[in-house]
């Protein structure tokens, strides 16, 4: 955080942190694994694999143009030093479905945007590199820390009781593969009740289609009691709300949208005064059409 510039727009923090060539963190992460590694890189293509979209054995392999069975030596170092993690699918233990992930963020975004243009910032193109390949990108990016997001405020609601469920644990979901494959990012499993969970970074406003698609999806369960939507963590503020991100009440939007307008921030835009009145309003209808379609439905 020392290194941010509060003067700066956020695409020039970006360039005068990674993408030019006496940057702080250009070269932040080779380094630290050539500190602890004897072949920094090939776990760097390793690595960027993940970063870029490689998650199954099989895929990590291909897209570094190795053998199964030397990636997987290489892929039990990463994991041992905590760089890669895991992932196994709700109700399943099976490594042989599991996917493998980088567990720090800053490693994400520096082998999706950094490393496969290092060469271009190495000759002083850092500034084209940002404008046509890493900001048009840049939400895919946002989308995954949204969803880590996701997860963490799941556990700070059952940490309080504002879960719709006890569960036990929590989990992504998928079955099949390729144009077959259905997923669901997260799963919260109790006894008898499962919460589905799906985290939607989105420029769009969200409408009854994507409620529709998860409850789809729930059709593929069976053997529960209940099954709960809990909800589908959506971008709100993305959408809507744009100064405190996914704010649907006044407790978190009327205090940050009054700092916007009084504070002189460099580069602000509007304070979008027309949406603030939303969450005035809108959890008080939202209560009551909640409490007379629960009444309305023969449970």
Same mark, same amino acid.
């Given at each position: 955080?020392?290194?941010?510039?509060? =003067?700066?727009?956020?695409?020039?923090?970006?360039?005068?942190?990674?993408? =030019?060539?006496?940057?702080?963190?250009?070269?932040?992460?080779?380094?630290?694994?050539? @500190?602890?590694?004897?072949?920094?890189?090939?776990?760097?293509?390793?690595?960027?694999?993940?970063?870029?979209?490689?998650?199954?054995?099989?895929?990590?392999? /291909?897209? /570094?143009?190795?053998?199964?069975?030397?990636?997987?030596?290489?892929?039990?170092?990463?994991?041992?030093?905590?760089?890669?993690?895991?992932?196994?699918? /709700?109700?399943?233990?099976?490594?042989?479905?599991?996917?493998?992930?980088?567990?720090?963020?800053?490693?994400?975004? !520096? +082998?999706?945007?950094?490393?496969?243009?290092?060469?271009?910032?190495?000759?002083?193109?850092?500034?084209?590199?940002?404008?046509?390949?890493?900001?048009?990108?840049?939400? @895919?990016?946002?989308?995954?820390?949204?969803?880590?997001?996701? @997860?963490?405020?799941? +556990?700070?609601?059952?940490?309080?009781?504002?879960?719709?469920?006890?569960? =036990?644990?929590?989990?992504? !979901?998928?079955?099949?593969?390729?144009?077959?494959?259905?997923?669901?990012?997260?799963?919260?499993?109790?006894?008898?009740?499962?919460?589905?969970?799906?985290?939607? !970074?989105?420029?769009?406003?969200?409408?009854?289609?994507?409620?529709?698609?998860?409850?789809?999806?729930?059709?593929?369960?069976?053997?529960?009691?209940?099954?709960?939507?809990?909800?589908?963590?959506?971008?709100?503020?993305?959408?809507?709300?744009?100064?405190? *991100?996914?704010?649907?009440?006044?407790?978190?939007?009327?205090?940050?949208?009054?700092?916007?307008?009084?504070?002189?921030?460099?580069?602000?835009?509007?304070?979008? !005064?027309?949406?603030?009145?939303?969450?005035?309003?809108?959890?008080?209808?939202?209560?009551?059409?909640?409490?007379?379609?629960? *009444?309305?439905?023969?449970?």
């Amino acid at each position: 955080m020392s290194y941010l510039d509060a =003067e700066l727009s956020f695409k020039d923090n970006l360039k005068k942190l990674f993408f =030019e060539p006496a940057a702080p963190l250009y070269k932040e992460q080779i380094q630290l694994l050539k @500190l602890d590694l004897r072949e920094p890189a090939t776990y760097n293509t390793i690595l960027c694999s993940v970063a870029c979209g490689a998650g199954r054995l099989n895929e990590i392999a /291909a897209a /570094a143009d190795m053998e199964c069975n030397k990636v997987s030596k290489y892929l039990n170092v990463l994991l041992t030093m905590g760089i890669l993690q895991r992932v196994n699918p /709700a109700f399943s233990s099976s490594n042989k479905i599991s996917y493998y992930e980088i567990a720090n963020n800053m490693f994400v975004f !520096w +082998y999706q945007f950094v490393f496969p243009y290092m060469s271009s910032i190495a000759i002083g193109r850092g500034h084209q590199v940002l404008r046509n390949n890493i900001m048009p990108r840049i939400d @895919l990016f946002a989308a995954h820390i949204f969803k880590k997001i996701c @997860l963490q405020y799941c +556990y700070k609601l059952k940490k309080r009781n504002d879960f719709m469920c006890d569960f =036990e644990q929590i989990s992504p !979901w998928w079955q099949g593969s390729g144009s077959n494959k259905i997923s669901v990012d997260f799963i919260a499993d109790d006894t008898d009740v499962i919460c589905l969970i799906d985290c939607n !970074w989105s420029n769009k406003k969200a409408d009854s289609d994507v409620l529709k698609k998860l409850l789809a999806k729930g059709e593929h369960f069976t053997g529960v009691d209940k099954l709960f939507v809990f909800g589908i963590i959506v971008s709100v503020g993305m959408s809507l709300g744009g100064l405190t *991100g996914y704010a649907i009440n006044p407790a978190r939007d009327l205090g940050p949208r009054l700092a916007h307008a009084v504070l002189p921030i460099k580069g602000k835009g509007s304070s979008n !005064w027309g949406y603030g009145g939303v969450t005035l309003v809108g959890p008080v209808i939202g209560a009551v059409a909640a409490v007379l379609l629960y *009444g309305a439905i023969p449970w």
